[in-house]
Structure formats: C-alpha cells, structure tokens
Nanobody
C-alpha cells in the first residue's frame, strides 16, 4: 500500500513563498507520474503541477512561472520525496494541497494514490 504524506503548508502573506513536500512510503521510481492538486472551498479539485517519471512537467496556467515541481531522482539514496516550490503567492492560491502518485498496473491500467492534504492560506 502506497502512503503519501504532505508537509510544509501554512499561512503566508501575499507575495510570499512556501515549499511543500510529499514523502512516499515507496521509491518514487514506482510511479509513472506524480503531481500536486488543490481544492479551494466550494470548488472542484484541480491540477496544479505534474511530473512524469521521465521528468516532463506540466503546470496550470494560473501558476506557471510562480510554482516549480521537482522530485528527488537520486538513485543512490532512492529517496522518496517530491516538492512544490511556490513563489509570489496570491490569495487565490489558498486551498488544501494534495500530493498524488500514479502507479501503472500490469493490466495496463493506472491507480491513483493521494495524501491527506496540507492547508495553504495566503492572506495579509
């Protein structure tokens, strides 16, 4: 069973920065893709940033140029972390942020795993 644990959320003023981390219970090389999603009150969960096993990244238009997704690909240490660096934060970024990992099954289907979420609040 894959477990994902997020950390790094909190309260920050507009224009500030936060770094979210996601720790997986297994090697991240087990995942075909990882990503960060967020859900604001009264809104649907949306994709913020994703990264494939090959390192290809994709960002929501609203965060492009401000957020950076990365993952530790150190094969020597087999680290299990992914991060989201968030700069120039805006009140509209306020949401619960979730870590996601996709595992490819032998039947060709994929399964999603989710963390419990971490609150990010941008307010003066």
């Amino acid at each position: 069973q894959v477990q994902l644990v997020e950390s790094g959320g909190g309260l920050v003023q507009p224009g500030g920065s936060l770094r979210l981390s996601c720790a997986a219970s297994v090697s991240i090389f087990s995942f075909i893709a990882m990503g960060w999603y967020r859900q604001a009150p009264g809104k649907q969960r949306e994709s913020v940033a994703t990264i494939t096993s090959g390192g290809i990244t994709n960002y929501a238009d609203s965060v492009t140029g401000r957020f950076t997704i990365s993952r530790d690909n150190s094969r020597d240490n087999a680290r299990n972390t992914m991060a989201l660096q968030m700069n120039s934060l805006k009140p509209g970024d306020t949401a619960v942020y979730y870590c996601n990992a996709k595992v490819l099954l032998t039947n060709g289907r994929s399964v999603d795993y989710w963390g419990q979420g971490t609150q990010v609040t941008v307010s003066s």
